[in-house]
């Protein structure tokens, strides 16, 4: 079982930048790889990043790459999310997950557990 908790939204300006972290507990952190998601108001979910469970492998939405980076601490069992160079379009309500899988994927429907989500807002 792995209990994820999101933090670090918030609202900023187009151009700024905000950390996420995804804080969890359970012992099979460290085994589990993790991803970031993000879901828009009357639209899908969709993926963001996500990181294999050693941190060595990471992977990215082609919307986000070169702006976004996923990271993690095993030792403080959290995931992190840097956002760099915001854009309106990135608000969303964003999500970490994990999955029992030994790999990680960009389909939600692979992730069986989720954290509540955190608000980002970006105003032009």
């Known amino acids: 079982q792995v209990l994820l908790a999101e933090s670090g939204g918030g609202l900023v300006q187009a151009g700024d930048s905000l950390r996420l972290s995804c804080a969890a507990s359970g012992r099979t952190f460290s085994s589990s790889p993790m991803a970031w998601f993000r879901q828009a108001p009357g639209k899908e979910r969709e993926f963001v990043a996500g990181?294999?469970?050693?941190?060595?492998?990471?992977y990215y939405a082609d919307s986000v790459k070169g702006r976004f980076t996923i990271s993690r601490d095993n030792a403080k069992n959290t995931v992190y999310l840097q956002m760099n160079s915001l854009k309106p379009e990135d608000t969303a309500v964003y999500y970490c997950a994990a999955t029992r899988a030994g790999w990680g994927t960009r389909n939600a429907l692979d992730y069986n557990y989720w954290g509540q989500g955190t608000q980002v807002t970006v105003s032009s």
């Open positions: 990181i294999s469970r050693n941190g060595g492998y990471t």
